[in-house]
Nanobody, 126 residues
């Protein structure tokens, strides 16, 4: 059973940076798309960023383009989300997810996933 372990959330001031990590210890998710969703109180969960391990293609929500960067390690078992120039509206619980043999547009647009992490809180506040 794959377990996704997230880390790196916290409190940061507007304009600051955070780096989230999502690890799948003991597993190499070669044929998976992996990425991040976020959910703020009272709002629906939204896809933020995705990377497909087969070809490293990526997807970003319009709201984070140019500020967030998703990457993976060479073993394809850990995915990172570098978040720069953070805004108060980025405040949310961030969830890592993985889905087998899908593209990033599909991955980011639907709720079904093979695996979910427990979530890590990101708070952007003065």
């Amino acid at each position: 059973q794959v377990q996704l372990e997230e880390s790196g959330g916290g409190l940061v001031q507007p304009g600051g940076s955070l780096r989230l990590a999502c690890a799948a210890p003991g597993f190499t998710l070669v044929n998976y798309a992996m990425g991040w969703f976020r959910q703020a109180p009272g709002k629906e969960r939204e896809g933020v960023a995705c990377i497909r391990n087969t070809d490293a293609s990526t997807y970003y929500a319009d709201s984070v383009k140019g500020r967030f960067t998703i990457s993976r390690d060479s073993a394809r078992s850990t995915v990172y989300l570098q978040m720069n120039n953070l805004r108060p509206e980025d405040t949310a619980a961030y969830y890592c997810a993985a889905e087998f043999k899908t593209d990033c547009v599909t991955f980011s647009g639907r709720a079904y996933k093979d695996y979910w992490g427990q979530g890590t809180q990101v708070t952007v506040s003065p």
